[in-house]
DNA sequence: AGTATTTGACCACC
DNA sequence: GGTGGTCAAATACT
């Protein structure tokens, strides 16, 4: 019984990492024969939704069959893997429940996408409000790490209470270059912003003056914070040339060629996958490893601008291949109608964000 | 008053 | 027991 069901799952796991092998080749296909976006970037674009979908469900399978056997396991995770523990629902206290609940985030969060950027501020006044990714954050706490010269700040989506929103970051100025920030992203955005940005961003629309203005608020909050743990060598104009790279793709310019940031290649975190690590269907892997942006232009372009970059876009350009892959994933869950993604809507009970 | 940040304490994992 | 991640009360800010 259970032999077969194992069996079924397997074989369900090979099929949507074949299909997802296909569609791949679709998509490299479409590029190499097309290069005019009008005509194939929608079709890229829902190829692209079906190869992340693909694979989140084949790393989902993975998930469920390793937790095959620890029913207890399961059960307590009900919430969050519903789509594996089916048969599982057994009643139970109250206490019961919420330690259940409590375990199954911290497992939640260990299995969640994780991806890093590394933000290097060019000049030597990094901002890490610059790390305006678009989505809006509330930090939660900060802390000293062991052999870190500076501490980590842990920031969670604002809108975690109200819509479920499970996305964090760990935001850490790196020890040999302080100009150099890594920003570690955990879990996809579910809230209305993943949406919003992701109707914005991909072809780099306008951005409403009022979230512009938002965004910035946003940025000049963390630029004072920033300056208030910098070097006082730092602490100069805000002036900064950003390059963004992300660990986990190699060329994430094959991959979503609208986002052309004129850049250096780096590659050389070649963990492209990382053994299928969920990193890779997150949305800051889905970028180039590295992007340049020039926050403000100071007297004339920067290294790496964009043409029309103006103090509008910048958060724009931050965010939209943030948000690329968010929206798509989300509206698949709803698409596909299945319940299927441990990563998008797990935690929808009000109790577990009582915290 | 409502919201965001700070910071010490707590907890799970290794 | 040490460490990283999170919570939550206190505080600051708007």
């Not at 299909?19 to 005509?39: C, F, M, N, R, W």
């Not at 048969?87 to 969060?109: C, G, I």
């Not at 094959?254 to 996958?273: A, K, L, R, T, Y």
Request: with cysteine; charged share 25%.
């Amino acid at each position: 019984m259970e032999e077969t069901s194992s069996k079924r799952k397997h074989v369900s796991l090979i099929n949507e990492l074949i299909q997802g092998k296909e569609l791949a080749k679709q998509l490299s296909d479409h590029l190499v024969t097309s290069y005019d976006p009008s005509i194939s970037h929608e079709t890229n674009e829902l190829l692209i939704e079906k190869i992340l979908s693909t694979y989140e469900k084949a790393l989902t399978m993975l998930n469920c069959g390793s937790n095959v056997g620890d029913t207890k396991t399961i059960s307590g995770n009900m919430m969050m893997d519903s789509h594996c523990s089916s048969t599982n629902e057994s009643p139970r206290s109250e206490v019961m429940d919420l330690e259940f609940k409590h375990k199954a985030l911290f497992k939640k969060r260990k299995t969640m996408p994780r991806w890093t950027e590394q933000v290097k501020i060019c000049s030597e006044t990094g901002i890490e409000g610059s790390l305006d990714d678009g989505y809006s954050w509330r930090k939660y706490g900060q802390k000293g790490i062991l052999g870190a010269k500076f501490p980590r700040g842990y920031y969670r989506c604002t809108h975690r209470n109200a819509q479920g929103c499970l996305a964090t970051k760990q935001v850490q100025r790196s020890d040999e270059d302080p100009t150099i920030i890594e920003v570690t992203y955990r879990g996809r955005h579910t809230c209305m912003q993943a949406k919003h940005l992701n109707k914005e961003s991909p072809s780099k629309t306008k951005m409403g003056l009022e979230e512009n203005q938002h965004h910035n608020d946003q940025k000049n909050q963390l630029v004072q914070q920033e300056k208030m743990e910098q070097t006082p060598e730092a602490i100069f104009k805000f002036k900064a040339e950003l390059e963004v790279k992300t660990e986990d793709l190699e060329t994430k310019e094959d991959i979503f060629p609208w986002f052309c940031f004129p850049s250096p290649s780096i590659g050389s975190e070649n963990d492209f996958m990382e053994s299928f690590s969920p990193a890779f269907i997150s949305p800051a892997t889905s970028e180039s490893n590295l992007f340049c942006l020039s926050a403000y232009p100071l007297g004339s372009t920067g290294l790496c601008q964009n043409p029309q970059t103006s103090e509008s876009d910048i958060t724009d350009t931050v965010s939209a291949p943030t948000s690329v892959t968010n929206s798509p994933l989300l509206d698949l869950d709803i698409l596909l109608n299945k319940g299927d993604f441990d990563t998008d809507f797990p935690f929808n009970t009000p109790e577990y964000f009582s915290s």
